[in-house]
């Protein structure tokens, strides 16, 4: 079975600090990949999606994720963060070669960023 | 860690009938549930808000009378598809948001799977 790993569980950063978010899944082939955040309060939001082409992919936000298809990895980074970043963010995934499966998420990482 | 289970995984029904899905909270008690709607090979579109004890919220463009929710207790949000059609084949998937505002964590349901003849 498909799994998403979130190994921070955590980050704290202070403002204008550069983000990077881990997010590795364990299904071998064909792949699509989201990234979600969560604003305190309210419900998923979608930040960027890859699909195929380019691996490096520009999202909502200043979000950028980079696809590694050697490593499994779908990292979330972002240059410089700001207080409203603060919130949950989850990576999830799908098989790329099938409409037949539910997204498989990670277990999120909270992001909180002081002043 | 806080589990939720959603029932069934996968269920096949004829045209014109009603399908029920549960969506539990195990060990936490979850005031809000979110229902979602995944389209193939696309992301996910909010359908509604569940809160505990009153009526749900939906967002623009879904039929609250096609789509029912229900959210009687804290661990408990069923979404109930009403008269289904082949068009509402899709997996919907449910996620529970535990805690407070200050400190609050979303889990999600493993998905269900309706695919309606």
């Known amino acids: 079975a498909q799994s998403v790993s979130q190994h921070n569980h955590h980050v704290i950063l202070s403002e204008a600090a550069s983000l990077e978010l881990g997010c590795n899944y364990s299904y071998g082939g064909t792949v699509n990949l989201f990234w979600y955040v969560q604003y305190p309060g309210q419900h998923l939001q979608l930040l960027l999606k890859y699909f195929s082409g380019d691996p490096l992919v520009k999202g909502i936000k200043g979000f950028e994720a980079e696809f590694i298809k050697s490593k499994f990895s779908f990292n979330l980074r972002k240059p410089s963060v700001q207080w409203s970043d603060t919130a949950e963010y989850f990576c999830a995934v799908t098989p790329g070669n099938s409409g037949n499966t539910p997204l498989v998420f990670g277990k999120g990482t909270r992001l909180s960023v002081i002043a | 860690g806080a589990v939720v289970s959603q029932h069934p995984s996968w269920v096949i029904c004829k045209s014109g009938t009603s399908v029920k899905i549960e969506c539990r909270s195990l060990?936490?008690?979850?005031?809000?549930m979110f229902w979602y709607r995944q389209f193939p090979k696309q992301s996910l579109m909010l359908m509604a808000t569940?809160?505990?004890?009153?009526?749900?919220?939906?967002e623009q463009g879904v039929e609250k009378d096609k789509f029912l929710i229900n959210h009687a207790s804290l661990t408990l949000s069923t979404l109930t598809v009403t008269s289904a059609h082949p068009e509402d084949s899709s997996f919907y998937i449910c996620s529970a948001r535990a805690g407070d505002r200050r400190n609050e964590k979303l889990f999600f349901g493993s998905g269900t799977q309706l695919s309606v003849l």
């Open positions: 060990d936490f008690q979850a005031t809000t």
């Open positions: 569940s809160n505990e004890g009153s009526k749900a919220t939906y």
